[in-house]
């Protein structure tokens, strides 16, 4: 597939960064939004802005759509995407949603003859501004192969992960072990404290152990400072973690995870950073 124009749904603290990327690399992209001006920054660095989806399918032969969950996917083809895409064409979706939304959505599209890959992305806004995400599809493989061009300016790597609603499980599976991660660092924060040991103290024996990784690192701060500016919301966390108890989780960790993080974000933690558990697993 000739990739000449890339339409881009969402234009959210992801969106943003990734739609300017592809810009950066030379692709002709244009954009659209419910709320015209989230458009303004992505019309600043080169982009055209589209009244409606009709439009963006005019210009664009891929479309990509990167939205916060089911509800909002679903309201993007509602509301025009599958009634304006002609056959030919092929939309990505780079959401993390169900596998199953995916499966119906991709569907539809195909009875009218247009292709679809679900193909989510693992990091948060950092990454996406970097360009280095990590990209999972799923779809046909041909399909995943000619939009490796898109993949290459949005990620550091990409995997094909197999049939359509593949990608979707392989995110919902990271983002299950994300939240081991960032659950362990805070209950063990909140061990240590209970004990009379600072959080910076406990911070800095773990990023010298063997458990020292990125995600230890980054999350220092907000957990020494017990600050949690979002980077990744905790209520797209508890989101995550329902989706994935949807698709048959069961394990009893993953259970336990589930429960924390969607009663942490039913008692106002929501809005904050998924570091915020910290809050949830000490509270008496």
Not at 68 to 79: C, F, G, M, P, T
Not at 108 to 134: C, F, H, N, T, W
Not at 196 to 219: P, R, V
Request: glycine share 10%; proline share 4%.
């Amino acid at each position: 597939m000739s990739i000449k124009r890339i339409g881009w749904i969402g234009l959210g603290n992801m969106g943003v960064p990734m739609a300017k990327n592809l810009i950066k690399a030379g692709f002709a992209v244009t954009v659209y939004n419910r709320t015209a001006t989230k458009a303004a920054p992505l019309k600043e660095a080169g982009a055209e802005v589209a009244r409606n989806t009709a439009e963006l399918w005019e210009k664009a032969d891929i479309v990509i759509t990167m939205v916060s969950d089911d509800n909002a996917l679903r309201q993007v083809h509602i509301s025009g995407l599958e009634a304006t895409a002609p056959a030919g064409k092929l939309v990505i979706d780079m959401s993390t949603v169900s596998p199953a939304t995916t499966r119906e959505l991709a569907g539809r599209l195909a009875a009218k003859g247009v292709e679809y890959l679900d193909a989510p992305v693992s990091g948060s806004v950092k990454p996406a501004e970097l360009g280095q995400l990590v990209i999972m599809a799923g779809g046909k493989k041909s399909v995943y192969e000619s939009a490796l061009p898109i993949f290459e300016r949005l990620g550091k790597v990409s995997f094909y992960m197999g049939e359509q609603g593949a990608g979707n499980a392989a995110k919902l599976a990271i983002n299950l072990y994300l939240a081991f991660n960032m659950q362990g660092m805070a209950e063990s924060v909140n061990f240590a404290r209970d004990n009379g040991i600072q959080a910076s103290d406990m911070m800095a024996a773990i990023n010298e152990s063997a458990l020292s990784n990125a995600f230890t690192k980054l999350k220092t701060p907000n957990l020494v400072s017990d600050q949690h500016p979002a980077a990744f919301a905790l209520r797209l966390m508890a989101k995550d973690l329902r989706l994935a108890k949807e698709q048959g989780l069961h394990t009893p960790g993953g259970l336990a995870l589930e429960e924390s993080y969607r009663k942490a974000a039913a008692e106002g933690l929501g809005e904050e950073d998924l570091s915020a558990i910290l809050r949830y697993v000490g509270k008496k």
